[in-house]
């Protein structure tokens, strides 16, 4: 074994790979706009922790083009993975939203970061998150929030905008409303509005009470405790009980 050559090859490579690295993810251009329209790719549909381990099906979020952004919403385990397998470039990435704190819509996002900002090298995108996510639970590091400055240091990392609800966030063309929802600490979806174009997301959320219209606030009829949502076992047991004693009268 040749161990001058081998620390020869080593050395060869590792320089090559850091030349690529620098001229390819470090300095880039600002791409061009997306084309227009609206499109939205599935990097993962699952959620919950069996889907998390087993990833089926996959859990990375998704992610939308519309009004002149790309935005990567909820990307959770696995994202730049699924990203990566289906050909999107995270550098062109504009903007990430977090609905909330829970590890299938964020455990994605600091890798997602790091693509966006190219290598933290860059000032771009943003990122939009719950304040639990951000700040009170830290569960994105300051680094990832580009709060990490030193002169020797990196340089790079997104505009932060905390989530508040009904509060708009403009993105190019495209205005984002954060919609609080029923469930964890803190949570939201959106309205998106893009041209005459508007886009809903919901994200995790719960059964309510009451619901506010244009007409102003509905009561739903109470119906005895509202209880998270059932197993479609448990509703198929159920039906059973109930249609035995009714087929018995
Ligand atoms: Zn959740």
């Known amino acids: 074994m040749d161990l001058n050559k081998i620390d020869a090859e080593l050395r060869e490579k590792t320089s090559r790979a850091a030349a690529d690295s620098f001229s390819k993810w470090r300095h880039r251009e600002e791409p061009g706009e997306p084309a227009p ?6 990097l993962g549909t699952g959620g919950n922790p069996e889907a998390i381990f087993s990833q089926v099906p996959r859990t990375a979020g998704f992610i939308l083009v519309v009004g002149g952004i790309r935005l990567y919403v909820d990307p ?3 994202a730049v993975v699924r990203a990566e397998e289906a050909g999107i470039d995270l550098g062109v990435i504009d903007g990430i939203f977090i609905s909330h704190g829970h590890l299938d819509h964020y455990s ?3 890798s997602v970061i790091e693509g966006m ?23 994105l590091s300051s680094y990832h929030q580009g709060q990490n400055m030193t002169p020797a240091g990196y340089k790079g ?37 893009a041209g005459n174009l508007l886009i809903g997301y919901t994200s995790d959320t719960n059964y309510i009470r009451s ?24 509703i198929v047991r159920i039906l059973r009980i109930y249609l035995a004693r009714w087929t018995c009268l």
């Open 37 to 42: 329209g609206a499109k939205i790719t599935f």
């Open 211 to 234: 619901y506010r219209t244009p007409e102003g606030v509905q009561e739903m009829t109470p119906r005895g405790p509202i209880m998270d949502m059932l197993e479609v076992v448990t």
């Open 157 to 193: 990392g997104p505009k932060v905008i905390p989530l508040q609800a009904h509060r708009e966030i403009k993105i190019k063309n495209a205005v984002l409303t954060p919609i609080p929802v029923h469930h964890a600490a803190e949570n939201y979806g959106f309205i998106l509005r």
């Open 117 to 139: 900002c190219w290598g933290m090298f860059t000032r771009r995108g943003h990122l939009m998150a719950p304040e639990q996510v951000l700040g009170q639970d830290r569960l």
């Open 76 to 78: 959770g385990p696995g």
């Open 108 to 110: 994605g996002a600091e």
